[in-house]
């Protein structure tokens, strides 16, 4: 153990000291296990999640940790990926400290930092190159010492002997220098000039660290490099480990947002280069962009839907995937897809199960054959559940939402559903099954004997949202007193079954009372008081006792869920609009200029106000607004982007008619 790096540890009150578990007077055994080769790995991380945790605050512990982690970190008695893994805690910490709130920064934090600056601007020389990326990552906080530190890393970037190590000093160049004053200009220059020649991979790490120090601003390299590069010299050259193609292509892409039209063009001409990374790049570079813009959609979808034949079965899926996200868009490529739903037309399945759910966005009839060929047979090809990640994984579609809007061949769907219904072994296969039904509604009927099969096990509650969804059939299908029996008694604690079974109970019969009796209490709750909120409007009239409590709750958010579901009770319960319609368009109004943020909650929000209408005249301007962005107000980045905007534009589209006494949004 090396006793002089741990000079003056135990005269230090730890206990006083607080890390995120409590106190810190387990922190001098972590620092001297660093020093232990059979314990300093564990240490290590151990000092992580103590001392950093999940960031967003330095807490006091972290000042007197920082001298001691970086003398182990340079120590050759200590193993190379432990003192690597060091460095990177210390740069955790200074990034946690130049993002989070000031007042969850501990006073002594700015002084011990600039010590460990100190400390670390001499490792730039480690021997180890991943210690020296470690030290440029962590420098790139220094931004009270930008102007010595940004000196420091362009010199260290001219002899580095290690591609990566020079890939992360350009980095760390463009996130300091926009915390320079006397080297702002010249690091500009020095990164301007990357960008005129020389090494690929530098090139394009100088355009994303321009993109960076100019915070997103424009510069004539962005799209000059990304051309030449990318269109002009060979993928393996791009980025130091040659395995980072397709990332490269998406993160260099995405460079150009600023300049769309640019950004376009690189992406059409990248998805016809004959390197299959580059093309796996560009096709997520091509639906990022249309996640995030409406013009993108007819710029890029004749070029991905040549994908479609594309060699590599990958590319195949997710062009058609790509033209189901864009629904009626693809509508000139609908034959294309049709012929891939069988083994003749694809070999492969999966990229087969993406046809099928792009034709039925479509509202093309020719994904019914193979939907009842997959329900009767084994393999499925679709998910019990649904998934909402961001990113474009191509994981599997969601049963629901590949069929819910299919109810107009229920008839033909039917017979292979009840089968499989009455057959599912798995909970998430019957609740798929069960919110399917619920989705075509009366088109359902046929099914009510395998749902009331379902009322004594452990999907009853979705079983009865469906009876419920079905409606007067499925009432008069099963006496009352069998369904009160399914009921719990109310509890004082939260749960899902006992509310959500008394509110399906209640739509189904129009006995409202064990719904009241499981869900008033929860109006008084600071949260989770949407259901009962949702219930209090569907006695419509008879809700009007509720009326005050309503009226309170009415601004108690200024958006989201609650004004929309307080607002649509109040609307209902009293017929009135004076109140809930300003609440409601200013509910929505801080979303319609874009910026991807934009929840359900907004779409709801506008279908309510459609259902109001000439009430809701005012809304004209702000509705105009949300339909004629370029920018998608909903979330960028994933599969639902268009599918959620168009069903945004739809809503806005029936609110204009109806607010102006045009027919109903149902009409």
């Not at 400290?97 to 601007?121: F, M, S």
């Not at 249309?290 to 060699?311: F, G, K």
């Not at 649509?568 to 609009?577: D, H, Q, S, V």
Request: charge should be negative; charged fraction near 20%.
């Amino acid at each position: 153990m090396n006793t002089d790096a741990l000079a003056g540890l135990d005269a230090l009150d730890w206990a006083a000291l607080r890390h995120a578990y409590g106190s810190a007077e387990d922190v001098p055994v972590m620092l001297r296990d660093l020093y232990r080769p059979e314990k300093a790995a564990q240490a290590s991380d151990t000092l992580l999640t103590h001392v950093h945790h999940q960031g967003g605050e330095i807490c006091s512990s972290a000042p007197p940790v920082l001298p001691y982690v970086l003398r182990a970190a340079a120590d050759p008695r200590v193993a190379p990926a432990v003192r690597r893994e060091l460095v990177e805690f210390v740069g955790a910490l200074a990034r946690s400290a130049n993002t989070a709130r000031p007042q969850h920064v501990d006073p002594a934090w700015p002084a011990a930092w600039d010590q460990a600056v100190t400390l670390l601007l001499p490792r730039l020389v480690a021997p180890e190159a991943a210690i020296r990326r470690a030290v440029a990552e962590g420098l790139a906080e220094a931004r009270h010492r930008a102007d010595e530190v940004l000196t420091a890393l362009r010199a260290r970037w001219e002899v580095d002997p290690d591609p990566d190590t020079r890939h992360q000093l350009v980095d760390s160049v463009g996130a300091l220098t926009p915390y320079a004053e006397e080297q702002r200009e010249a690091s500009l220059g020095w990164l301007r000039g990357l960008t005129g020649g020389g090494v690929p991979a530098a090139r394009l790490a100088a355009v994303k660290a321009l993109h960076t120090a100019l915070r997103g601003r424009p510069d004539d390299a962005y799209a000059r490099t990304v051309s030449e590069v990318l269109l002009g010299t060979d993928p393996a050259a791009w980025h130091p480990d040659a395995a980072h193609v397709e990332w490269t292509v998406l993160r260099t892409v995405g460079l150009l947002d600023a300049d769309p039209a640019e950004q376009i063009a690189a992406i059409r001409n990248l998805l016809a280069h004959p390197d299959a990374g580059v093309r796996t790049g560009a096709l997520k570079a091509a639906a990022e962009a249309i996640s995030r813009r409406r013009s993108a959609v007819p710029a890029l979808l004749p070029a991905v839907a040549r994908l479609l034949s594309d060699p590599e079965p990958g590319h195949r899926l997710f062009a058609a995937r790509f033209l189901g996200m864009c629904g009626h868009a693809a509508r000139p490529w609908a034959d294309a897809l049709a012929a891939m739903v069988t083994d003749e037309g694809e070999p492969h399945p999966p990229a087969q199960d993406h046809a099928v759910w792009a034709l039925s966005r479509l509202g093309d009839a020719r994904c019914v054959p193979p939907l009842v060929e997959r329900l009767a047979g084994e393999r499925l090809g679709f998910a019990d559940h649904g998934t909402h990640a961001d990113g474009w994984w191509t994981y599997e579609l969601g049963l629901v939402e590949t069929a819910g809007g299919l109810a107009a061949h229920a008839d033909v769907l039917l017979p292979p559903l009840r089968s499989r219904l009455a057959a599912a072994s798995s909970l998430g296969e019957r609740r798929a099954l069960c919110r399917l039904l619920e989705r075509w509604g009366p088109a359902a009927a046929p099914a009510i004997p395998e749902l009331l099969a379902l009322l004594d096990t452990d999907c009853a509650v979705w079983a009865l949202d469906a009876l419920a969804a079905i409606g007067p059939a499925a009432a008069a299908a099963v006496p009352r007193e069998r369904l009160r029996a399914l009921l719990p008694p109310p509890s004082e604690g939260w749960s899902f079954e006992g509310p959500a079974l008394a509110r399906a109970y209640g739509r189904l019969t129009g006995d409202r009372e064990p719904a009241l009796a499981h869900l008033l209490p929860r109006l008084d709750a600071p949260y989770g008081l949407d259901d009962a909120v949702t219930l209090l409007g569907e006695l419509g009239p008879a809700g009007a006792p509720y009326v005050p409590r309503l009226r309170a709750l009415l601004t108690r958010h200024r958006t989201s869920w609650l004004p929309l579901r307080v607002g649509a009770a109040l609307w209902r319960i009293t017929g009135e609009t004076h109140e809930v319609v300003p609440v409601l368009i200013g509910a929505i109004e801080p979303f319609a200029g874009g910026g991807g943020k934009a929840t359900r909650a907004v779409t709801e929000t506008i279908r309510l106000l459609g259902e109001i209408g000439p009430p809701a005249v005012e809304a004209v301007p702000l509705l105009r607004r949300y339909l004629d962005a370029d920018e998608r107000p909903v979330p960028h980045g994933g599969w639902r982007s268009v599918p959620d905007d168009d069903e945004l534009c739809a809503a806005a589209r029936a609110a204009l008619l109806a607010v102006r006494g045009g027919r109903s949004p149902q009409g």
